[in-house]
Nanobody
Framework: QVQLVESGGGLVQAGGSLTLSCAASGNIFSINAWNWYRQAPGQQRELVAGVTSDGNTNYTDSVKGRFTISIKNAKNTVYLQMNPMNPEDTAVYYC?????????????????WGQGTHVTVSS
């Protein structure tokens, strides 16, 4: 019904930058909120940043001042700009969307996940 496709992961040196993107497609009326999560090896998935459709943002303390989440409503896309990065940012990053859509002639509201994109920061 709704698919989230992420891109932009890769390898970067400490102090460098990356921008992740996540595009939603499918039976979408509106995206109420977006979130970026990450999961480092051996650790639990954690919320990194979130943004609502009216532009309110929140960040986990470890990324405040370094990461910026933004949305392009017309394209149903969210971005995560990361700069500067440090080795502790190494993780698989997942986007998550709170979507109002439709299925089987009914209005739905569900959370969807992307497939994850690997980010590695070398020291």
């Amino acid at each position: 019904q709704v698919q989230l496709v992420e891109s932009g992961g890769g390898l970067v040196q400490a102090g460098g930058s990356l921008t992740l993107s996540c595009a939603a497609s499918g039976n979408i009326f509106s995206i109420n909120a977006w979130n970026w999560y990450r999961q480092a090896p051996g650790q639990q998935r954690e919320l990194v940043a979130g943004v609502t459709s009216d532009g309110n943002t929140n960040y986990t303390d470890s990324v405040k001042g370094r990461f910026t989440i933004s949305i392009k409503n017309a394209k149903n896309t969210v971005y995560l700009q990361m700069n500067p990065m440090n080795p502790e940012d190494t993780a698989v990053y997942y986007c998550n969307a709170d979507v109002t859509g439709w299925a089987d002639h009914e209005i739905t509201r569900k959370y969807y996940w992307g497939q994850g994109t690997h980010v590695t920061v070398s020291s």
